[in-house]
Every structure is written in structure tokens, then in C-alpha cells.
């Protein structure tokens, strides 16, 4: 995908939504049949001022099919078992973010993993992303870790 680059940050078409959204620990259900489902936790820790983003698409042969977003500021750890695969999906791509808000900038990273499989099998994936910032508070640093099991 094609971006915006700000200082570091790929803006991304989907992420741009999530970055400006609420930080709350929210996940984004899917309109589709669900054939399986799979636990995700999300793992964010550093800067009180630091916030983070994970996105997922799942895909049927590289064709998007369905997608969903969580984010998290501060030091925050969640999970759930709500991450459905709708019907078909053999793919799964998941963008993470991390990153802070000055309020008049966004400065972060983000990291992109693909993982393909089996429709009848299991699978487990993991993406991570740091930053850090040298800023009027010091020095500043912000992870990220989305993990998905099934």
C-alpha cells in the first residue's frame, strides 16, 4: 500500500482512522460468516505519552475480506478471544503502530507481517514495533506487540 510519510510514520489508508480515533481498547467486529476464531492480545508498555494501533485484514488468495482494529496508550495490556475468521480467509495481514501525538504531529513507526495458511489449520503470527523520540520531555519510547493464535 501506498502512503503518506510523516516524519517516519507511513500513513496508511485504514490506519490514518484508527491513529486519530479513540484510544480506547476496542476491536472492530467483522461482516462476515466467522469459520473460526482466534485469540489476540495486544501488549503496550513505555511513555505515558505513547499510544499504539494494531490493524488486521484477512484476505482469501491476497483479496481483502474483512478487517479490524484495537489500539492502546500508555501501559496497557488486553486479549480477547473475538478475532473471527470469516469463511474462506487464508491470509492475514496485520499492521502495527506505535508512535505519540504532539497534538499538531503524529511521530511513530509501523511494521506489516503476512502470514498464509491451511483453511483447516492452525496458525499463529506475531508483529512488533518501537520507537522512540527524542522530545521535549527527553527521551521518549513506546512498544507494540499483537499476537494472534488459533
Not at 46 to 52: A, C, V
Not at 112 to 129: C, E, M, P, R, Y
Request: aromatic share 10%.
Amino acid at each position: 500500500m501506498a502512503g503518506k510519510r510523516v516524519r517516519g510514520l507511513v500513513l496508511r489508508r485504514g490506519l490514518v482512522i484508527g491513529l486519530l480515533g479513540s484510544l480506547a481498547l476496542a476491536a472492530i467486529p467483522l461482516p462476515a460468516v466467522a469459520a473460526s476464531t482466534y485469540e489476540w492480545s495486544l501488549s503496550c508498555k513505555g511513555s505515558d505519552y505513547g499510544f499504539g494501533v494494531a490493524s488486521w485484514m484477512w484476505t482469501v488468495d491476497g483479496t481483502a475480506l474483512g478487517y479490524g482494529e484495537t489500539n492502546c496508550a500508555g501501559s496497557h495490556q488486553g486479549s480477547s478471544s473475538g478475532l473471527a475468521r470469516p469463511d474462506g480467509a487464508n491470509g492475514l495481514t496485520v499492521t502495527v503502530f506505535s508512535g505519540f501525538d504532539d497534538g499538531a504531529i503524529i511521530f511513530g513507526d509501523d511494521k506489516t507481517v503476512t502470514k498464509s495458511f491451511k483453511l483447516d489449520g492452525s496458525f499463529n503470527l506475531k508483529a512488533s514495533v518501537s520507537y522512540s523520540e527524542n522530545g521535549v520531555y527527553g527521551q521518549l519510547r513506546y512498544s507494540v506487540v499483537f499476537s494472534v493464535a488459533g
